[in-house]
């Protein structure tokens, strides 16, 4: 095997894209001063925001339900 990838090492590169999409997609950056659409009572970046916020927070959940956590178990116990 090369350097690069040992064994169980995996690539998880992808998942810092996703964030950094939901990241760039929340940040009201790209809207205009002067847009007024109002969605559902809020300002249209305020809805983005909130809908995106829910998105990553059902991605990490499934990231955390997909490659869980492999936790140490003392002999002790």
Same mark, same amino acid.
């Given at each position: 095997m090369s350097d690069k990838k040992k064994s169980g090492s995996k690539n998880y590169a992808w998942i810092f894209f996703v964030y950094l999409i939901f990241l760039i997609a929340a940040i009201p950056w790209y809207w205009s001063k002067d847009n007024s659409l109002?969605? $559902?009572?809020?300002p249209a970046w305020v809805f983005v925001a909130i809908l995106v916020s829910i998105c990553t927070s059902i991605f990490t959940a499934f990231l955390l $339900?997909?490659?869980?956590?492999?936790?140490e178990v003392d002999?002790?116990?």
């Open positions: 109002i969605i $559902l009572g809020l $339900l997909r490659y869980p956590w492999k936790m002999a002790d116990e």
